[in-house]
Protein backbone atom coordinates (compact mmCIF):
# COMPACT_ATOMS: atom_id res chain seq x y z
CA UNK A 1 0.00 0.00 0.00
CA UNK A 2 3.05 2.27 0.72
CA UNK A 3 4.09 2.03 -2.86
CA UNK A 4 0.79 3.00 -4.08
CA UNK A 5 1.07 6.26 -2.16
CA UNK A 6 4.92 6.86 -3.19
CA UNK A 7 3.70 6.41 -7.28
CA UNK A 8 0.51 8.67 -6.56
CA UNK A 9 3.02 11.28 -5.08
CA UNK A 10 5.71 11.01 -7.87
CA UNK A 11 2.91 11.64 -10.35
CA UNK A 12 2.43 15.70 -9.77
CA UNK A 13 6.10 15.39 -9.62
CA UNK A 14 6.54 14.25 -13.14
CA UNK A 15 3.84 16.55 -14.51
CA UNK A 16 5.47 19.78 -12.91
CA UNK A 17 8.84 18.39 -14.51
CA UNK A 18 7.05 18.09 -17.96
CA UNK A 19 5.32 20.88 -17.46
CA UNK A 20 9.17 22.90 -16.74
CA UNK A 21 10.56 21.26 -19.55
CA UNK A 22 8.51 22.50 -21.92
CA UNK A 23 8.31 26.11 -20.74
CA UNK A 24 12.08 26.09 -20.52
CA UNK A 25 11.78 25.41 -24.16
CA UNK A 26 9.57 28.10 -24.82
CA UNK A 27 11.09 30.58 -22.60
CA UNK A 28 14.17 29.83 -24.41
CA UNK A 29 12.72 30.93 -27.60
CA UNK A 30 11.41 33.72 -26.08
CA UNK A 31 14.02 35.23 -24.51
CA UNK A 32 16.58 34.93 -27.33
CA UNK A 33 14.32 36.07 -29.92
CA UNK A 34 13.35 39.39 -27.61
CA UNK A 35 16.97 39.61 -26.87
CA UNK A 36 18.27 39.47 -30.26
CA UNK A 37 15.00 41.72 -31.70
CA UNK A 38 16.34 44.50 -29.34
CA UNK A 39 19.40 44.21 -30.76
CA UNK A 40 18.92 44.52 -34.27
CA UNK A 41 16.73 47.45 -33.45
CA UNK A 42 19.55 49.16 -31.28
CA UNK A 43 22.25 48.83 -34.00
CA UNK A 44 19.77 49.99 -36.54
CA UNK A 45 19.49 47.20 -38.49
CA UNK A 46 15.53 46.82 -38.07
CA UNK A 47 13.86 50.13 -38.05
CA UNK A 48 11.96 51.52 -34.84
CA UNK A 49 9.81 49.51 -32.85
CA UNK A 50 6.69 51.32 -33.03
CA UNK A 51 7.08 50.70 -37.67
CA UNK A 52 6.45 48.24 -39.22
CA UNK A 53 8.85 45.87 -40.53
CA UNK A 54 8.38 45.87 -44.38
CA UNK A 55 11.64 44.98 -45.78
CA UNK A 56 11.37 41.00 -47.30
CA UNK A 57 14.96 40.69 -46.32
CA UNK A 58 14.22 41.64 -42.61
CA UNK A 59 11.64 39.83 -42.35
CA UNK A 60 13.76 36.55 -43.38
CA UNK A 61 16.82 37.43 -40.96
CA UNK A 62 14.22 37.35 -38.51
CA UNK A 63 12.80 34.04 -39.83
CA UNK A 64 16.12 32.90 -40.02
CA UNK A 65 17.13 33.21 -36.85
CA UNK A 66 14.42 31.87 -35.00
CA UNK A 67 14.62 29.14 -36.52
CA UNK A 68 17.64 28.45 -35.28
CA UNK A 69 16.37 29.92 -31.55
CA UNK A 70 13.11 26.82 -32.24
CA UNK A 71 15.17 24.18 -32.50
CA UNK A 72 17.55 25.44 -29.53
CA UNK A 73 14.54 25.68 -27.84
CA UNK A 74 13.27 22.45 -28.96
CA UNK A 75 16.49 20.68 -27.66
CA UNK A 76 16.47 22.33 -24.09
CA UNK A 77 12.92 20.72 -23.79
CA UNK A 78 14.39 17.06 -24.98
CA UNK A 79 17.23 17.57 -22.35
CA UNK A 80 15.09 18.29 -19.62
CA UNK A 81 12.08 16.03 -20.43
CA UNK A 82 12.18 13.22 -17.33
CA UNK A 83 11.08 10.72 -19.76
CA UNK A 84 9.77 10.57 -23.57
CA UNK A 85 11.25 13.21 -24.87
CA UNK A 86 9.50 12.88 -28.37
CA UNK A 87 6.13 13.71 -26.20
CA UNK A 88 7.09 16.73 -24.76
CA UNK A 89 8.25 17.67 -28.28
CA UNK A 90 5.02 17.31 -29.51
CA UNK A 91 3.44 19.57 -26.85
CA UNK A 92 6.45 22.35 -27.95
CA UNK A 93 5.56 21.77 -31.32
CA UNK A 94 1.68 22.04 -30.93
CA UNK A 95 2.01 25.60 -28.05
CA UNK A 96 4.84 26.92 -31.14
CA UNK A 97 2.24 26.35 -33.59
CA UNK A 98 -0.97 27.76 -31.57
CA UNK A 99 1.24 30.39 -30.79
CA UNK A 100 2.38 31.60 -34.50
CA UNK A 101 -1.36 31.20 -35.72
CA UNK A 102 -2.62 33.11 -32.77
CA UNK A 103 0.14 35.99 -33.87
CA UNK A 104 -0.90 35.90 -37.05
CA UNK A 105 -4.28 36.44 -36.86
CA UNK A 106 -3.60 39.23 -34.36
CA UNK A 107 -0.45 41.10 -36.67
CA UNK A 108 -1.51 40.89 -40.27
CA UNK A 109 -4.70 43.03 -40.19
CA UNK A 110 -2.38 44.97 -38.24
CA UNK A 111 -0.54 45.73 -42.12
CA UNK A 112 3.31 45.55 -40.18
CA UNK A 113 5.15 43.66 -42.73
CA UNK A 114 4.48 40.74 -45.25
CA UNK A 115 1.86 38.51 -44.67
CA UNK A 116 3.80 35.13 -45.09
CA UNK A 117 6.19 36.20 -42.43
CA UNK A 118 4.05 35.25 -39.46
CA UNK A 119 2.62 32.19 -41.60
CA UNK A 120 5.72 30.71 -41.85
CA UNK A 121 7.12 31.65 -38.33
CA UNK A 122 3.69 29.27 -37.40
CA UNK A 123 4.54 26.50 -40.03
CA UNK A 124 7.77 26.06 -39.02
CA UNK A 125 7.12 25.11 -35.60
CA UNK A 126 6.85 21.21 -36.44
CA UNK A 127 10.16 21.46 -38.99
CA UNK A 128 12.45 22.95 -36.51
CA UNK A 129 10.77 20.91 -33.75
CA UNK A 130 11.80 17.66 -35.80
CA UNK A 131 15.17 19.38 -36.15
CA UNK A 132 15.56 19.25 -31.89
CA UNK A 133 14.80 16.33 -32.13
CA UNK A 134 17.19 14.78 -34.62
CA UNK A 135 20.34 16.47 -32.84
CA UNK A 136 18.68 15.52 -29.80
CA UNK A 137 19.00 12.15 -30.51
CA UNK A 138 22.67 12.77 -32.40
CA UNK A 139 23.63 13.87 -28.97
CA UNK A 140 22.64 11.30 -26.21
Known amino acids: MSSQVADVGAIPRKLWRSTGAVF ?44 VFNVIGGY ?21 FGLGVLGAVATIPMN ?3 AWYPILLAL ?3 PC ?10 RT
Request: one cysteine or more; a positive charge; hydrophobic letters at 50%.
Open 24 to 67: AGILTVVVLSLVTDEVLHITHVYPPWEQGMREPSLNLLALSYRC
Open 76 to 96: VTAWLAPRNAVRHLWVFAWIG
Open 112 to 114: LGP
Open 124 to 126: SAF
Open 129 to 138: TWLSWKLYRA
